[in-house]
């Protein structure tokens, strides 16, 4: 399968299996495009009579070439990488959702966790309850060395004492089980004082801050529980860790709503402010939310996307760049194949813990009783639950077998799945549109950068025609 698109002034070619990208001519892309079915002499024809000036002698050279790109599995290539899922199954546990917190000090409109309490009791993790997440982890992590553990909430910075304890007695571990541990705090940033700085700079591998962009959008979804916005708040306690870490190892993260659908303006604002590690995520909603996301405001999100992608070429060209999240790709070699057929691992690899110390597959799905997969204590309880989870891959979606962005999105996010088709293994259509139209753009910025050989910080390297 191959997926042609034109954007940013190139014709891209993606062959879909070997995932070589080829930057083409008008000519050659037509040629591509008429030769799906491989027939030379239908796909002369055709380009005689588009192209009434070229030689018969150019064509017959250009079919060629691209016969020689099929030949090399680089066009066209057809591989099967079904029987690789099984081993995806097998994985063992390599990370863990604390959620050290289902309590929050703020009030955010969109927020999918009912303002940090999971549709449940407000509550705090215990460190008896850590530690024992920790030791869980550790035991079923097989021949892991990296394992990695993101303190979430809520707000985790509302039990912090807990946090420190929990992040000790893990390094404690180290050296006796063999294991690496990498800790990530994910904060809305109103706490953050001295203390957290120095711990977090020296303990968590990374930090992502909460952030909408302008301070209208900001404020108008992330506000205090007296009503007020927080961006005053919050804006200069995230500067000066992110300074502090010498602008490395975080990311401010926004949240884009249909209230916001400019919102590469909020991207750019937040760039503006002198942040150079950013993302900003679709609204996690069920449908009929107010602020969820409709087929009637997609048009629109693929422009934005578009808009942000030039105006990130143009801003590294000035010596001004920064990294967007979703258009980091690494075309020379990137995940490998067990990981892009089953993505991120939810419900078997990654699990998201309570307060109290029950398992879910991930974060979103806690609060939901169908989706108690078990606890720190006795194990995967709910093994049907879990197979089901194991069993999740691009081969099980009808729409992803015929997908040329399968190997990239690895079937998607299970819960928006579930949130809009009932279905863990349904297919989340607008997002996929989404993160379609955001690999488009970040294929091309990497040929835009091949081509034109810029030196930009921590770019991703690309090689056109090379198979990963």
Not at 221 to 242: C, D, E, F, Q, T
Not at 306 to 327: D, I, N, P, S
Request: charged residues 25%; proline residues 2%; contains cysteine.
């Amino acid at each position: 399968m191959v997926h042609l698109y034109k954007l940013g002034g190139y014709n891209i070619a993606v062959d879909a299996a070997s995932g070589s990208i080829h930057c083409l001519d008008d000519v050659s892309y037509d040629a591509i495009g008429l030769y799906v079915n491989g027939d030379r002499e239908e796909t002369a024809k055709r380009l005689g009579e588009i192209y009434g000036g070229l030689e018969k002698s150019g064509i017959i050279e250009l079919l060629d070439e691209i016969d020689e790109l099929i030949s090399l599995g680089k066009l066209f290539s057809v591989s099967d990488f079904s029987a690789a899922s099984a081993k995806t199954r097998e994985a063992p546990l390599k990370a863990l959702c604390m959620n050290v917190s289902h309590m929050c000090n703020m009030t955010c409109s969109y927020c999918f966790a009912g303002r940090g309490e999971y549709s449940g009791e407000k509550a705090l993790m215990s460190y008896e309850t850590g530690k024992r997440a920790i030791d869980f982890l550790v035991e079923n992590s097989g021949n892991r060395i990296n394992l990695d553990v993101d303190f979430f909430g809520g707000e985790p910075l509302l039990n912090w004492g807990v946090v420190k304890r929990i992040v000790g007695y893990a390094r404690s571990l180290e050296k006796e089980s063999g294991k690496v541990f990498r800790f990530t705090l994910t904060t809305n940033g109103l706490l953050i004082d001295d203390d957290v700085i120095d711990f977090t700079n020296r303990e968590m591998d990374n930090v992502v801050l909460s952030l909408d962009g302008r301070p209208e959008i900001n404020d108008a979804a992330r506000k205090l529980p007296n009503g007020a916005g927080s961006y005053a708040l919050v804006l200069p306690k995230i500067k000066k860790l992110v300074e502090s870490r010498g602008g490395k190892n975080y990311y401010i993260r926004g949240t884009y709503t249909s209230a916001n659908p400019d919102f590469a303006e909020d991207v750019l604002f937040i760039a503006d402010l002198g942040f150079k590690e950013l993302s900003m995520e679709p609204v996690v909603a069920k449908r009929g939310d107010r602020l969820g996301l409709t087929d009637d405001n997609l048009p629109g999100i693929l422009d934005q996307y578009e808009r942000l992608a030039a105006e990130m070429l143009r801003r590294e060209k000035a010596g001004k760049g920064f990294t967007f999240y979703h258009y980091k790709l690494d075309l020379e070699s990137g995940p490998c194949i067990y990981k892009r057929i089953a993505g991120c691992g939810v419900g078997t690899e990654y699990l998201a813990v309570t307060p109290g110390g029950d398992l879910y597959p991930c974060h979103q799905f806690i609060g939901d009783e169908k989706f108690l997969i078990g606890d720190i204590w006795r194990g995967i309880t709910g093994k049907t639950l879990r197979d089901e989870f194991s069993s999740c891959d691009i081969y099980t979606r009808a729409e992803c077998r015929v997908c040329w962005a399968r190997l990239y999105c690895s079937g998607g996010c299970a819960a928006n799945a579930y949130n809009d088709t009932g279905s863990i293994d349904g297919v989340y259509k607008l997002g996929c549109e989404m993160f379609k139209k955001r690999l488009e753009c970040a294929i091309m910025m990497n040929v835009h950068r091949k081509l034109f050989n810029l030196s930009v910080r921590e770019a991703d390297t690309t090689i056109l025609n090379s198979t990963r």
